[in-house]
């Protein structure tokens, strides 16, 4: 049973592009939802938070859709630094702990 | 800027040994929690806990697995006869509360030989 799904990827994009992720959850209770991003072999960090209303900061915009239960992420004129696999962390609301998705490799390229 | 750290950065171990993960949590957080990684895998949900006792855990953690606060800094993780398959990276976390955004320590990664 697969909880939270996202774009196979990898993307690979050349600096400058924009760029999409998908990500669905298949727990309709679910209430708080996130975007981190993981470089290689380093921890999962916070890169924002997902609300209801849509989110924006700087080049990237969030945005949830409770009820298809999808979640997206836009980056917007995006940076060689902006390379990296991006999670899509989706909070249970009965327990404490994330579900993760399998993530979403991002290759900026020059 | 508060962080969560973990020792040590990379334990190496012979199968059927324990291990101990240490972690010291941001320090006015409440809810701790370990996950694991195995290479090349999504993040995966081991234990959270909260007023020193555990709250939730997934079916990965087995009999094998056990989490203490011995003191008001540290939260470890006892793998207590570990097995080939536990080789991972070992991640540590901590928020302050329901709905709260989880931080994470930089991982300890295990390998057993």
């Known amino acids: 049973r697969k909880e939270v799904e996202q774009d196979p990827g990898p993307f690979n994009v050349p600096e400058g592009a924009t760029v999409a992720f998908n990500c669905t959850y298949s727990n309709s209770a679910s209430q708080s939802f996130f975007w981190y991003r993981q470089d290689c072999r380093k921890e999962p960090k916070l890169l924002m938070s997902v609300y209801s209303s849509g989110n924006e900061d700087g080049r990237f915009t969030a945005q949830l859709n409770r009820a298809s239960q999808y979640i997206s992420l836009l980056i917007r004129d995006s940076k060689l630094s902006d390379s990296a696999t991006y999670l899509c962390v989706v909070n249970d609301n009965y327990g404490q702990n994330f579900v993760f998705g399998p993530g979403t490799r991002l290759s900026v390229l020059p | 800027e508060p962080e969560v750290t973990q020792t040590p950065s990379h334990q190496v171990t012979q199968m059927g040994q324990e291990v101990i993960l240490r972690c010291v949590p941001i320090?006015?957080?409440?809810?701790f929690y370990w996950y694991r990684q195995i290479l090349g895998q999504k993040v995966e949900f081991l234990v959270s806990f909260y007023n020193n006792e555990i709250s939730e855990k997934s079916e990965i953690f087995d009999d094998q697995f056990s989490v203490e606060r011995p003191d008001g800094s540290n939260f470890t993780l006892k793998i207590r006869s570990t097995k080939l398959e536990d080789s991972a990276m070992y991640f540590c976390?901590?928020?302050?509360?329901?709905?709260?955004?989880?931080?994470f320590g930089p991982g300890t990664r295990l390998t057993v030989l």
């Open positions: 320090s006015n957080h409440l809810y």
């Open positions: 976390a901590s928020d302050r509360g329901v709905e709260d955004t989880q931080y």
